[in-house]
């Protein structure tokens, strides 16, 4: 079992939305995955129609050691589950930073999980900044996933995300950590910075930058408004191809190394 972090400093990257919709069609294809949602706005509860409730975060387990397998919930497409988000998970951040291990804390909590085999993959949301719980999600995940933005800004907080991954390895918080993969978003084939900003990737990170490349669409926008991941909104759109087709690299990337 594997551990995913999926994650950019930077909000509005498509970074839920690939969390989601990553996380749903692997399970279409019949891959055991539990989504965790680690940010306290809880953009990928309700993008799968949930609801939030107090203690049925991770903040339980990650805070007074409750056990994690409690907060899990069954979402309505087979094979995904979910550990809900709430706000409560703002507080988390100030409690973790006061302890003395905060880096390992998120670690701990994931072993049971990792040990049950209950499932192939976890798959983390993290927070759009890089506070507590996004570096605690790299000290504790086996591989770093980086949904990047079509745009200029994208390429300033690759940059930080690379450095930030560089630190949490020599510290030793997590040596082993994997930047395993980059996956560009928003993507309009008519705007030739949108473009410019592939190739430029592609240039630096070209071992590691999915083909597979999310498109601008109206509809992968309005699916989470509707509590639903995007092959369940509208199957057989641009969006839903594009993960169906990001999901296939993704396991084949995997069924390559193995």
């Known amino acids: 079992m594997r ?39 809880a953009n990928a509860t309700s993008g799968l129609g949930l609801a939030q409730e107090e203690g049925g975060s991770l903040y339980p ?6 056990d994690p397998f409690t907060a899990i919930r069954s979402t309505r497409i087979p094979n995904l589950s979910i550990i809900r988000s709430h706000q409560e998970l703002a507080g988390c951040e100030i409690e973790l930073a006061q302890s003395g291990n905060h880096l390992a804390r998120l670690r701990e909590v994931l072993a049971p999980l990792r040990a049950s085999g209950h499932f192939d993959y976890i798959l983390l949301d993290c927070p759009p900044s890089l506070g507590v719980l996004m570096t605690s999600a ?20 690759l940059s930080k995300i690379v450095g930030v991954v560089q630190q949490i390895r020599d510290c030793g918080a997590n040596p082993h950590l994997l930047l395993e993969g980059i996956v560009m978003t928003m993507y309009d084939s008519r705007a030739n910075l949108a473009q410019q900003v592939v190739g430029d990737v592609k240039n630096y990170f070209a071992e590691i930058i999915y083909n597979s490349i999310i498109p601008r669409t109206v509809r992968l926008g309005e699916a989470p408004s509707f509590g639903k991941s995007i092959i369940e909104y509208e199957p057989n759109g641009r969006g839903a191809v594009a993960y169906r087709a990001l999901a296939e690299e993704f396991m084949a990337r995997r069924a390559a190394k193995s």
């Not at 996380?23 to 680690?38: P, S």
């Open 138 to 157: 790299l000290a504790a995940a086996d591989e770093l996933l980086v949904p990047l933005q079509c745009e200029y800004f994208g390429l300033e907080g």
């Open 61 to 66: 387990a990650l805070v007074v050691g409750s």
């Open 3 to 41: 551990v995913v972090a999926i994650t950019n400093q930077k909000g509005g990257v498509g970074k839920t939305t690939t969390a989601i919709n990553l996380a749903a069609c692997l399970a279409q294809r019949g891959v055991r995955v539990l989504l965790i949602d680690l940010d306290p706005q």
